[in-house]
């Protein structure tokens, strides 16, 4: 049994209403009003503390909002709403046990049929199955925490910056896998900071700045000309604050 | 001197003989606390789990409660288990005083508050680590002990060692409620304390040999395990 149900709205479309957070009076997200149609490769992206974080955490329900909302399809997020999603952190959080057993903890909770060794042979990590996850190199355990994540089939997965400190190689590697996951209807995303990452993946950007949404343009459009300001700065290189 | 010496043999020769009533006593000592210590981890390592995870007001009070519990004197354990155990107490109907019983029971409230605090410690660092991306696997709370609790062992493990190590090394309380009857609840510590005081060296000696052995086994486990925690934690 899939923790999918098929009786429910599918959770594509995001919508945000002046969506606010503040810790000890300072405004970390300032006021958002965002809608996202469903099924689109979206990234976020952003200079360092402009608060992608943070409205990552807010649209997936792990933090809640000093004002405003987030509905999916129509549902404030949940309980429920975050079951049926998944995030990848910028640092992979894997349990203290084998690389298999990683997988199993997350097939165990859903009940779900999927086979551990057919996912661990997609992402090549078949062979370190019973080795501590802890030692895989960092590229191999962002490829295990991003596949576990997709084991639980969620309708959207959430990146936040999963390769900013990782190898090439492993880059691409995890840029495939988000890839095909978002061919197989999965809603995808994606935190970067990266410009060469997000011309690669985005089919629209959102660009946030100092807690503001600073736009929200299909992909071409944003390279080619952005709208505002702030995106402008950073695409052209220079230190945006 | 002399007579020290003298003492002194006379206690390896029991040791190296196999004396019978020197293995009975040991035995009865390991017995006793290694039940009391998977009696005490069975509610304490839940309990220090539960507590690793929960926010509730007064929680603050109660970890200081608790840790201060860590330290009580073992008399003062005994002399409580006496008063409920005694004839007069409320559970004196079950006849459990001067019983092997009575000695596992002052030992569990003994070591619970040792076995709860300590892994409350290690699992609320472990949670720290854990916390969010379970949040984001809306893993239930059953489930979220049970994977602390395991993904815990090697440090748990050594939380159980501690409270071994105090329950099989503790007098006060086993003397209390055990009355050190001979074949009965004469236990390592027990022994000890009084047959020395009756002039009967040699067996205290090698009790007394016994016990540092078991000591220092026991902090060799200890140690070897926080090397095989660190291993598995952060190649
Ligand atoms: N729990 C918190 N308490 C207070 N401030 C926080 C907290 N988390 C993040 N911040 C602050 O919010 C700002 C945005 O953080 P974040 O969303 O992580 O930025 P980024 O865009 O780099 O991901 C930063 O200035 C950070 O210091
Ligand atoms: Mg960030």
Redesign the pocket.
Known sequence: MSKKSSSLPPLSALQTTSLSLE??G?R??DDIDLSLEPNRLSVIM????????????LLHGL?IPSAGQVFWNGVPVDDAVRQRQAMVFQRPVLLRRSVAANIDFVLNLNGNRHRCNDILDNIGLLDFANQPARSLSVGEQQRLALARALATEPEVLFL??PTASLDPASILAIEEIVTQAHKNGTRIIF?T?DIGQAKRLAEEVIF?HQ?HLAEHTPAQAFFNAPKSKAAEAYLDGRILL | MQEFSDALLLAFELIFSGDKDLIEIIGLSLRVSLTAMVVACALGLPLGAILAISRFRGRRPVLVILNALMGLPPVVVGLLVYLHLSRAGPMGSFGLLYTPTAMIIAQVILILPIIAALSRQILEDLNAEYAEQFLSLSVPRRAVISALLWDGRYALMTVALAGFGRAIAEVGAVIIVGGNIDHLTRVMTSAIALETSKGDLPLALALGFVLLLIAFAVNAAVMSLRLTTGRYANV
């Open positions: 810790y000890d300072v970390y997200i952003g200079p360092n503390g402009a608060g992608k974080s943070l409205f990552l955490r933090i936040d910056e935190v900071h946030l807690g």
